[in-house]
């Protein structure tokens, strides 16, 4: 166990490394993104811009520009922005966490939910009329863009509807819990509704296959031969085994959206999460912030991937025996 | 369920015979038996045709290029000539809208876009555009999955580990940051790798970064199942006859695995479609002047208020796409299960 | 005893009428207090007043920051007088070349310091020790200035600038006669900031300020709030007036559709983005009375590349003029009453302008019609048909309509032509770099200040073209040596005969034109979107709406 956690940490060191590598690479690698010359403003003097570029330290190679931010980025932690100067880096993900998870645990809680209820009522009443039913349903919902989803979901509850049905709805953006829990819940239903009807279909998808394979497994049939109930069989050992599919599919998709991977859903819904400073970084091509966010996705990533190697051992002991 | 029993033999004198059948003709017959996901692959036949056949609907039924700008032009419209874009005469005066949905196939059949181009052309052209790319992303995808998962699940170690590590590189790069630098850096020269030269507006480049960037989402699945298969008792007992690894992982291993992989393939292509779309409305994905179903969203967004068919036509072409899709897959899935021999065909 | 009661009655009636009276005089009371909510898509960048080079922000300086002249708070083209600010006067001696100021007494910064002669010589020193955008362009005619740009971090602009704290005069010294000196002190990078301001960018850490307002605190990914100033006393109703709101806020992060929408519904009071094209109908019929559109002295143009294929031929170049259907440019950009087309450089009522259009159907004053046969035809002979064209174009909306309608028209008449878009960040700076070999790009122009070698000048002299450099303006790279002899006699007349010089600036305007270094497209309206509850509207020429000036209440 022991071993299993020093070596998924030194992996995920390397994996951090790669990506703020690449990332930085990359970045320089294109044309226009020297902050100088956007800083220094319209039509600057040439002199203007070397004093600038010397500034930010670009005068010098590259391996020690990419030394130099880390170090302000890990060890003095006062890495600043290229574009808001002098604004800190760090305070504005930490300020962004929040609002991140609490997107994302509303909608991962609404979609586990709606998922497991329609995958067992598809997989249970398989072939008949409800499975297409529920099926479709949840089809739908996965092959809309979401960014198209959400803003068709504002013209209704800010615009066309506002003044009638959706009048309680608050004006886009992110109510602190702290502030008003009422307006929080408010401020967020409709990105949670929004950010889960993604998810939904192919979860219970994923679930209604499982389900139907593993009640044909030997260890199901034999459990029915024992004589237990249809609902104990289901509950206790199909569902066991379907979870695996489905929690590795899971750990993936939901460490992607702690990272900051439902970036369009908080741009559309306003929501200054980790996401929406992604976006903006990349708009702006913002390097510090763009590196800075980059490595806390890659983060939750890797962990995510870790937690679901141990669970998928839990849940499956044919693997945990090898 | 209709509670079969372990055991049983299919009841229908028809299945008997089809016992001495090869598995692919047995999923063939299954899957031809099952109406709804054929009715499912009809519709996707109508969309492929109807796509593929975008510049004659252009030429001779519209009469229009959907690709030049029509600001100042004309239409008819019951009869007499009306502007594309029209010019508000009321209030302030502010604002130009483009003509909407006539429902007339030879005249702006769903209106204009906020270039006066014909979006029902477009929207044939984009989805030879669209369907291209979320297939080849997919088969991408799906085979470079196939190797790696199988590979890494099934030689384990060293192997396994820094191939899994490379996957968690993989999902975890900024995959926005090397479209939108790639787009950039190629607008002034292009790249080649070897007979492959890519430009800015190349098709290659967003099938590549879709197809390279789902990798671990197939592979990891996939790895699963290899791992869960390496252990089981024909494997094991084909090892201790002696069978060379590379044998095992293609006779054995990878048709039991290969199930997984096709199943996968119709989700693959519907979530390749719907990334292509936001890469599209971030301007990231195609490029003009080509067209696809994500670009014309993003060419939507822009009269969303007043002209919401550029952008609910699009969303729903993507959606009975993906749906037809994801049934057929389902109908697949159930036509090619190895236990189906076992199963009482009213499934 | 009814008397009594009479009296009572009575004296309790007028009380009431009296107290009536009071309260609702309070209530109509000059309209003082209250928020007003401004919106953003992002913000501006840094806050210090001497790097800041946005239109978001300096409009928001205007309430705050002074120099020691100012452009006049008023609207229209009055907007455009330079009146004194934190000098109670000015005497212009030595031929020009000496600029002496009278200080004002008994003006405090926002904490409280007072203002001294320290202060202002100090602060323009910082001009140079932040490396202000425009050190090198507006100010290095100072004495001392071209030390301070070589070395800014020492800057002392010794015998440049000099204060006299006994008699509280300022002395400005230039190398050369300067009559645009006066707009040059007036805009806020000669922001005057309290002497121990960090000689550092200040970033997100405001500054002191003397004016109506200070920045209570600003939050780049959030808002910035704007505060009355207590230690403000209105002293040139001209050059800083006293604001309405007490309290001003600035938004970011909304998309542009939820602000309008904001707005509608009386969420917010106004944007500074341009409403999009699909909004503009109903801004114009159902909110008539809360949109103000205003002519702008800026202008969209596609600079052409003259030193690579195949805008290295004339004939090319005019090709491009006299096929672009200019009226389409104006549907684009959301109708006639928003645009007005143009061909040549300098707006319609700027100083130095006279009206001239060569490349339409009937050549004269006024564009009226493409005449794509010619374009057609001129292509042809330029032996340029068949080029391949890239137009580059940032990714919003409009501009990338804009840039899509270009490549458009290049095809009509007979290059092999494609539209690309840029991210909006890096756009302007992409474009200007010559390693970046761009053809043909969508830009536009906005005045710093009013006059012609604002737009000649910087956007087609030789002294503006940098190959290599990401700050080379002169994006055409356009430097015919005639033409720049003519715009240094321009400037140097406007030393001594204003009017000549406009009339040289004239003939520049339409030799410049003549040569297609860029397509002129048209002349942008600007449109303010502002919720029911502003009032008294005011949109000065030089910094828009000025914002303090309108109440909520």
Redesign the interface.
Known sequence: MIRFVA?RFV?ML??LF??SV??FL??F??????P??????????????R??RH?FGLDKPLPVRYALMMKKLFVTRDL??Y?????KVIP?VT??APVTLSLVFGAAIIWVLASIGMGMLAG?F??KPID?VV??VG??G???????LG?VV??FT??RL?GSVFSWVP???YVPFSHSPFGWFKSLIFPWLTLSILYIG?YA?VLR?AIV?A??EDYV?TA??KGLTERRVLFRHALRTSL??FV??FG?DFG?LV?GGAL?TE??F?L?GVG?????S????DLPV?LAT?IY??FF??VA?AVVDLV?AWL?P??R?? | ?SGAI?GEVPAEAGDLAAVAVGPWQLARRRLLRNR?ALGMAGLLVVIVVLCLCAPLYADHVAHTDPFRSNVSGTTIVNGKPVPVMKSSTQGLGLGVTPIGPTWDIHHYFLGADEQGRDVAARLLYGGRNSLLIGTSAALITCFLALLVGGVAGFFGGIVD?VL??IL??V????V???A??LS??LI?RGLSFGPIHLTSGSLLLPIAIIGLVYI??VA??IR?EV??I??REFVEAAIGLGASNWRLLWSDVLPNVITTAI?LFP?ML?IDM?TE??LS?LSIGVQEPNASW?TI?LDG?DV??TR?AV?LAP?IA???T??AL??LG?GI?DAL?P?AK??RT?? | MRDRKALVAVLLVAAAAVYAAGSSSARTNDHRGGTLKLLAK??G??L?PQ?N?TLEYWQLYQASYDGLLAFKKAGGNAAFDVVPDLASGYKIRNGGKTWVFNLRKGIKFSNGQPLTTKDVVASFQRIFKV???????FY?GIIGASKC??T?ATCTLAGGVIGNAKNNTVTINLTAPDPEFKYKLAVPHASIVPANSPA??????PLPTTGAYYFASY????ALVMKRNPYFKEWSHAAMPAGYPDQITQSY???V??QI??I??G?ADWTLEAPPADRLNELGTKHADQTHVETLTAFWYAPMNVNIPPFNSLKARQAVNYAIDRNALVKIFGGPKLAVPSCQVLPPGFPGNKPYCPYTKNPGTKWSAPDVAKAKKLVQESGQKGAKVVVISPDDEVQKAVGVYLASVLNQIGFKASSKT?????????A??T??KVQINVQQWYQDYPAASDFLN?LFGCD?F?PG???S?NMAGFCNKPIDKQMHRALKLEQTNFPAANALWAKIDHQVTDQAPMATLFTPRHIDFVSKRVGNFVFSKQFYWLVDQSWVQ
Do not use: C
Not at chain 1, 36 to 49: K, M, P
Not at chain 3, 131 to 137: A, C, Q, V, Y
Not at chain 3, 422 to 430: D, E, H, K, L, M
């Open positions: 070596h992996s390397f994996v790669s990506i690449l990332a990359i970045f690698a294109t044309p226009g993104v020297d100088a010359a956007r800083i220094a403003g319209r039509n600057a003097d040439q002199a203007t811009l004093a600038v500034d600043t922005s574009v808001n100067r002098g604004a504005q300020q962004a249970v398989r072939g297409t099926m479709v089809l739908i996965i092959s809309m863009p979401v960014f198209w803003e504002n013209l800010q615009s506002h004006p886009l953006g192919i998808r296959s394979e009640q044909e049939r029915r031969a695996i599919g590795s599919l993936l992607a990272g369009l741009v559309v306003n200054h929406k400073l992604t976006y903006d990349l708009q702006n091509l763009i980059v996705a890659a990533v890797v991937n998928y499956d044919r693997v025996r090898a | 369920m372990v709804v580990g899994s590590r968690d590189v999902w975890a790069f900024p926005y940051l090397l939108i630098s950039t850096v002034a671990p989402y990891r699945p699963g791992l869960s390496r252990r199943v989700l519907a719907l779309a936001a409305f994500g969203i967004q969303l208020y919401p952008a969303g993507i959606a009975l993906v749906l994801n049934v389902d899935r299960d236990r076992l199963r009213d499934s | 992002a913000a960048g840094t210090d790097v080079y490396k202000s955008p425009t050190s090198g362009s290095q740009l070589k800014p550092s960018d200040a970033g997100t850490k939050d780049p990914n959030k992060g909304l998309t559709e939820s929408t904001a509608e519904n969420q840029i991210s909006g960040n890096i756009a302007f700076t992409y200007q770099n390693k970046n910087v503006s940098h450099s990401d700050s303006i």
